[in-house]
């Protein structure tokens, strides 16, 4: 991998070389439009050859930047207000519940429902 990237570099700085070479010479065909285009091709080719190999080193290391998975979770406990973890069903601190499944139907509701939005069945105690 650490090779193919240096000649790829390589590959790129002689593209560029030779564009710029060509550019200045005094070969008829470089003054022409399709001599300068492909002059430019060239040049713009080996330019992205070299962005592209030593980018692709730092691309690979900022992919592996979001690993830190720390207060993505985080709510507020609606009773004592301390933070808590969203994965909590009932408070730490107050023993409040947090995040009450419905007794009929199962699935996860507000404390302060007052109805089931799935199944209709009545939350009060
Ligand atoms: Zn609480
Ligand atoms: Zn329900």
Not at 19 to 30: K, L, N, Q
Not at 31 to 56: M, P, Q, W, Y
Not at 61 to 83: F, I, Y
């Amino acid at each position: 991998m650490k090779a193919s990237r240096v000649i790829g570099t390589i590959l790129g700085i002689l593209l560029i070389v030779f564009a710029v070479g060509a550019y200045f010479s005094d070969e008829p065909s470089s003054k022409t439009d399709t001599g300068r285009i492909a002059i430019l091709g060239a040049f713009l080719f080996g330019l992205f050859t070299i962005g592209g190999n030593l980018g692709s080193t730092k691309k690979k290391q900022e992919v592996r930047l979001p690993e830190v998975k720390t207060v993505v979770n985080t709510m507020t406990c609606p009773s004592c207000s301390k933070p808590v973890s969203a994965d909590f069903t009932v408070c730490p601190y107050c023993a409040t519940p947090l995040s009450p499944k419905c007794p009929s139907c199962g699935r996860e509701v507000s404390s302060d429902f007052k109805l089931c939005p799935y199944c209709g069945t009545s939350l009060k105690q």
